[in-house]
């Protein structure tokens, strides 16, 4: 599929590298691109001289797709597709996205967000088909599509039914985390913006480890969770076990920031957000190789999203060491020390620090108590010395004739179950005395 790509900036030269990779990720050849420095024309986004350019470039090159990296509103579709050769599509950054989305979109959830997208893309421009429509100038296929006169309520309908279904997912979801921290996990979330790493470093903590028991508690686990140089790779999220010391760790890997989303893109993934919001502790993978303004950039929109609902502690890990010189990484660490103080430096790729980052990890995470249970002696003990086994880190057990001693560090919640599950042994035991 060839397409141009065109991108307007008010001033300044247009960068059009990441549209570019954004086009790659869907599929797209791009065989031209359009761009100018100027105010948005409220009629065709690029000003008239250059929207007649771009139908030539098309002309010229048999693109059948025009990619905007600037968001376009219906009815500048409308007219752009006017302009532009019969049959040629024009979309945005945002349409864009969605098609990655699409494309990514393996579970139930995924696609469920990735349709709620859509139709909140859509209705907008399905209300300016309305107007359009009453004023008597129906839009062309390859502009806003043939006009439907129920179409509008139709989506909303669906909008609701999906943002519902969602809700259902979300509450199941949420049930599953609160099993795993009862069953003494603690929940690590790798967030950051696509291609930073993440996958890879996910990979590289759970290494040689795999989940096999406790399938009911962990569905959402996969084999591996994939490491290409690729945007959005990872849509939905990944879960994989990683043992920290005394520790049992689930890291959870998600779905990739991008700059300049808007509200509506945002908020139908939110949901996917929530492994991260309410995780134990966060990880902010961030690219150190790009430029020091890319980077800071990128921090300060990650802080905006995550600090919006997330109270966990937040562990900024500078990724791909491996790529830049140690005068380099320091320069850049002393630039960025406001926004990410006293951050982790890693080569996920290549292993490096891997080690530094596993003690931090275990530093930030919520620290476990000491407790010691005197347990009597029933047919029931042992399943509870057993649960305790699995569920926390026993330092010793001591067995007399009438009781066991239990000596063992657990999360807070374990060590509470614990003793209910040792005050229940001790009135069975006093019951049948």
Do not use: C
Request: hydrophobic fraction near 35%.
């Amino acid at each position: 599929m060839n397409t141009i790509i065109v991108k307007r900036v008010d001033s300044g030269t247009p960068d059009t590298s990441e549209i570019r990779d954004l086009a790659r990720a869907a599929g797209y050849t791009v065989v031209g691109e359009v761009t100018q420095s100027r105010r948005a024309d409220p009629a065709l986004q690029i000003g008239e001289g250059k929207a007649e350019e771009l139908a030539a470039l098309v002309e010229e090159t048999d693109a059948t797709t025009v990619i905007f990296d600037n968001r376009l509103g219906p009815y500048q579709t409308y007219n752009l597709g006017k302009l532009l050769p019969e049959g040629v599509e024009v979309i945005d950054r945002f349409t864009l996205i969605l098609e990655i989305f699409g494309q990514r979109a393996q579970t139930r959830k995924a696609q469920l967000q990735v349709e709620l997208a859509e139709l909140r893309y859509e209705l907008p421009r399905a209300e300016a088909k309305t107007s359009l429509a009453k004023r008597e100038e129906h839009p062309g296929f390859m502009g806003l599509g043939e006009y439907d006169e129920s179409r509008e309520q139709d989506i909303k309908a669906q909008i609701s039914r999906i943002k519902d279904e969602l809700e259902r997912i979300e509450q199941t979801e949420q049930q599953r985390r609160e099993r795993r921290r009862d069953s003494g996990f603690d929940l690590v979330a790798l967030a950051g913006y696509t291609n930073a790493g993440k996958s890879t470093l996910l990979r590289r903590l759970a290494a040689d480890l795999e989940v096999s028991e406790n399938e009911d508690l962990h569905p959402d686990l996969d084999a591996t969770a994939e490491s290409k140089d690729k945007l959005f790779t990872t849509l939905g999220t990944t879960t994989r076990r990683a043992d920290i010391d005394r520790r049992d760790v689930l890291v959870t890997d998600t779905v990739g920031f991008i700059s300049d989303l808007p509200h509506w893109l945002v908020e139908s993934f939110k949901s996917t957000l929530d492994s991260v919001y309410r995780a134990d502790l966060v990880l902010l993978v961030v690219d150190v190789s790009e430029p020091i303004d890319e980077i800071h950039e990128k921090l300060v929109t990650s802080h905006d999203t995550l600090y919006e609902r997330n109270e966990a502690p937040i562990v900024t890990v500078l990724n791909k060491i491996d790529q830049v010189s140690d005068e380099e990484l320091a320069e850049k660490r002393a630039a960025l020390s406001s926004l990410a103080p006293n951050p982790v430096a890693v080569s996920a790729k290549e292993g490096q620090h891997i080690d530094r980052l596993l003690e931090r990890i275990d530093e930030e995470l919520p620290d476990w108590e000491e407790e010691r249970l005197l347990l009597p002696m029933t047919d029931d003990t042992m399943s509870v010395v057993s649960w305790l086994h699995d569920n926390a880190h026993v330092d010793d057990v001591t067995y007399g004739d009438e009781d066991v001693v239990v000596s063992f560090e657990a999360r807070p919640a374990i060590v509470s179950q614990a003793r209910s599950r040792a005050s229940e042994l001790r009135t069975a035991a006093a019951e049948s005395a």
